[in-house]
């Protein structure tokens, strides 16, 4: 019913950059919160940052100064530009949303996306 489809991961040396997006698709009516969550292998998905409709952002302390969210509420998309790119930066990156359907509120993922920072 409402699909998330994430875009922009890859591999960047340290120091690089990287822009992830994330649109949302499907019978929505409203979106509150988005954010970007991120993965290593065994181990938890952890917060990186998330940003209110009303633009209210909060950002991991890892990556705050580096990492920006955005979203354009007009195209359901979420933004995350990552500039300074450590290889601790490494991970699949989650796009997750809250969303108001017609009938339900409820929380959403994406597929992820590999980003890949090397030394």
């Known amino acids: 019913q409402v699909q998330l489809v994430e875009s922009g991961g890859g591999l960047v040396q340290a120091g690089g950059s990287l822009r992830l997006s994330c649109a949302a698709s499907g019978r929505i009516f409203r979106i509150n919160d988005m954010g970007w969550y991120r993965q290593t292998p065994g181990n938890q998905r952890n917060l990186v940052a998330v940003v209110t409709r009303g633009g209210i952002t909060n950002y991991a302390d890892s990556v705050k100064g580096r990492f920006t969210i955005s979203r354009d509420n007009a195209k359901n998309t979420v933004y995350l530009q990552m500039n300074s790119l450590k290889p601790e930066d490494t991970a699949v990156y989650y796009c997750?949303?809250?969303?108001?359907?017609?009938?339900?509120?409820?929380?959403?993922w994406g597929q992820g996306t590999q980003v890949t920072v090397s030394s």
């Open positions: 997750n949303a809250d969303v108001h359907t017609y009938s339900a509120i409820n929380n959403y």
